[in-house]
């Protein structure tokens, strides 16, 4: 046996609670698939061929649009990027504008990359309460849209990964009348539109392509997902030849199974589960009342900062004005309460919760929630958070774009001290991951903010990512020096 | 129950006998790990991080890369697709040249599309005893090299689907002499170097790029591969950023432990594994002796049409020269003996044998094809196959790009009446699934002798590929007309 599995399986045998993906939680019990290599085949005689669906796949993918009610869905096995690479690609001519919202998934500027594409972004609001991402303003776009005529296509993510509904409805009217197509990045919200606990999903909110990772947050397999289309606008030919670039010739039927069981537990269960799920998450929410210093995020915060609405189904855990941070609150529920979260961020961790949950394990977190809160104190002088993501954010908005992404990428480059770096044009990604959002752009000029932002990040022990260099002691800056 | 899970389940428990991929050939008692959702983790505490590795992960790819004697290995979730278009991209600037030979798989002319690359190509001889395609020259590449001195990159496979094996050492000595990188798509020969009954793998003949799909002829999951990075030459920096783009920044753990899996049966068993295969498909040969009219591809190729070497884990059962074809043999086998075989060609079929497969498998095989033999005649006067691979790599000999790839992307196209498409320039590629090589290449002009040998092709009931219209009534081309 090798290491890998043998870990994985002590650790399936522990008792840490997952309130993290996969949407499964590995809870087996609703779970009838039960199986890798017995039903990991290939596509002999009688099942088909994803990237030519004409039988039992079609057949399970029609399935998937009717539970959506989309015109059209494909199964994805090379997770929402692959979903995400192909629906820019598809929609936006090389070297084209793309509407971009600046708080999207690297896979969305990856997209950009490969396309030469020449992004325009808009920025979610600060909610300033919980220290928060907010939503996109349809405002914002239309702004955007009147000011640059030649976008031919607007990309944005709902929820964001801590649950943050922008208003899909009014941003796709708005695209629509451009005559361009909206794509939303719905990884996080495949559990919308099943139940009025639960926000609406961009299908019927009228967005022309919506991608769903089901594995997030339903009971699908770690990297498959959905990406339904919708409409006329979208060039559904092309689409399919880019699905079937960034997408493996040889995909997995143990992945594809596990998508289309999960639509079948929702055909068919779908009322009853998020009916418990409520229930669970109601009998949470009054137990936490109780808090004093811990606060859990909940719908006060809808009608701010272009939040139009919250997904239920992630815990915004703030330990914001408290005596211990984001980081260290993770530590001590993985710790003490063997209780893993999804994220930790600068003033809140986020727990994921979704139909697989048990009652018993939302149990063990208020419990937990309710000890720490007794340990910890009001702070109303915090030092070391900082206001991080204020800073965070206030960065994104204030930088350029000196050159496009991909004109960094082939030219002459040189390799610098990450404190030498200042006022000059990165090369390279850099973000925090989870959740995967690029801080800093290939393109965009490395400021003082940007520096002290990354110095913040890193005392608080979090993880940054995107340079060669791992350790980030340097980054790939282009050659050629701007002053200004 | 899905329908898909509910299908694959009854077939693994049906009497079908797989000579198909995946290499594990569903054969549950050497294979420990019995799970999918148990194991099906995300990126948390422990776990390590695929695009990132420096735990658990990062161990498991230094063990396959110390099996497999390379620098260094990437585990792959995206499928060798996956690593064709991260090496291809890391190895070639953009609009750069790329050696390419024309019987690759289509993942690596993606490549040449995304990347806009001008690709010089190179040809298999045709081996005309069987049928089939033969291997690439060293002395080709060494001409094609001498022609084009600003080629950035060679990229040939090997070996073929039917396990031609080229003579990758001396082409390796000539590509470095130019000081650029040889990649191998060593896809369907995960299985070389284990033992001395199976060629050398390309990372010991010194490419510097090596993709294998260890779920093809080794015991992984569908889907999996593995990248092999050797010497000085390539910049990992750039392939480790692609392979970050191209692939899902949601990796599936149950995919990377059956990779783990694999490198642990071959650390411990590989000895006794390839030696029982070793002597299942010896008994195999002999008992095939007395065949009459069916012949077995074996090692009186070796020397001719670029041929250095066969994977003997290939069967080519050939039909050539017999009262019936390929097609018709497969039908044969699959109907009245309940052995699916991997693939169908005008000529023969081919079966995937792997160290999972068992004697009784391989004695029905026998079995089934000595009742067949004494079934069928030998007919010197074939007309249904009609030299049908003879046309087709002359037809792809005789092509010409009018346009890169690319350029055929985003102009101006129509859709046309295939039957009405001669001397039009392609946009769209034309292809036989399997192997998933393309016969016609976006900017090739189509041909008389294309459309004669698609039409024989459809005729036998081969499934072409490609164009956006499924059943290729139609073909899209570019605008402007060309006239020569």
């Known amino acids: 046996m090798g290491n890998l599995y043998k870990e994985l399986k002590e650790y399936e045998q ?33 099942f088909d061929n994803l990237h030519h669906a004409e039988g039992v796949l079609q057949l399970a993918m029609q399935r998937a649009a009717k539970l959506y009610q989309s015109d059209e869905t494909y ?44 992004p325009i972004f808009i920025y979610p609001e ?141 055909e068919k269960g779908r009322e009853l589960l998020f009916t418990q799920l409520q229930d669970n998450l109601e009998e949470f929410h009054r137990a936490s009342h109780v808090l004093k210093n811990i606060r ?48 930790a961020a600068p003033d809140y961790v986020l727990a994921i919760v979704t139909i697989m949950d048990t009652r018993e394990g939302l149990h063990r977190l208020s419990g937990a929630l309710m000890e720490i809160d007794k340990k910890i104190k009001k702070n109303l002088n915090p030092v070391d958070t900082g206001n991080l993501l204020e800073n965070h954010m206030g960065f994104m908005k204030n930088t350029e774009l000196k050159r496009r992404l991909y004109e960094t990428q082939d030219g002459e480059t040189e390799q610098v001290l990450l404190l030498e770096s200042r006022s000059r044009v990165s090369c390279e990604f850099v973000y925090l991951y989870p959740p995967g959002i690029p801080i800093l752009v290939p393109g965009e000029v490395i400021q003082d903010t940007f520096l002290a932002l990354i110095l913040n990040y890193r005392q608080q022990g979090f993880s940054i990512f995107g340079p060669v260099d791992d350790s980030l002691q340097t980054i790939r800056v282009i050659k050629e020096l701007f002053y200004n």
């Open 14 to 46: 522990s008792d840490f609670y997952p309130f993290h993906m996969p949407g499964h939680k590995r809870h087996m019990q609703t779970m009838p698939m039960n199986h890798s290599y017995q039903i990991d085949i290939t596509e002999i005689d009688g």
């Open 126 to 266: 600060l909610e300033e309460e919980f220290s928060i991402s907010g939503g996109i303003r349809s405002e914002d776009v239309a702004d955007a849209l009147a000011k640059h005529s030649d976008i031919q296509a607007v990309f944005i993510t709902s929820p964001t990964y801590d649950g943050i509904v922008s208003d899909v409805e009014s941003i796709a009217k708005i695209v629509h009348d451009r005559g361009i197509p909206l794509i939303v990045d719905e990884a996080h919200g495949a559990h919308f539109g099943f139940h009025p606990f639960f926000p609406q999903n961009s299908v019927h909110c009228k967005a022309d392509i919506v991608i769903h990772s089901v594995h997030k947050t339903l009971p699908a397999l770690t990297q498959s997902a959905l990406l339904h289309v919708n409409g006329e606008i979208v060039d559904r030919g092309k689409l399919h030849k880019y699905l079937s670039i960034y997408q493996t010739s040889s995909p997995s039927y143990v992945l594809m199974a596990s998508v289309d069981e999960c639509i079948s537990i929702l």
């Open 75 to 118: 199964f994805l096995v090379n997770g929402s990027t692959g979903g995400i690479l192909s629906a820019i690609s598809a929609v936006v001519g090389k070297r084209g504008k793309l509407l971009l919202a600046r708080n999207s998934h690297k896979s969305a500027f990856n997209a950009v990359l490969l396309r030469e594409l020449e």
């Open 296 to 343: 859990i995020l909940g719908q006060e915060v809808i009608g701010h900062a272009g939040i139009k609405d919250i997904d239920k189904g992630k815990i915004v855990i703030s330990v914001k004005d408290t005596t211990i941070n984001g980081q260290q609150m993770n530590q001590i529920l993985l710790r003490e309460y063997h209780l893993q979260m999804e994220m």
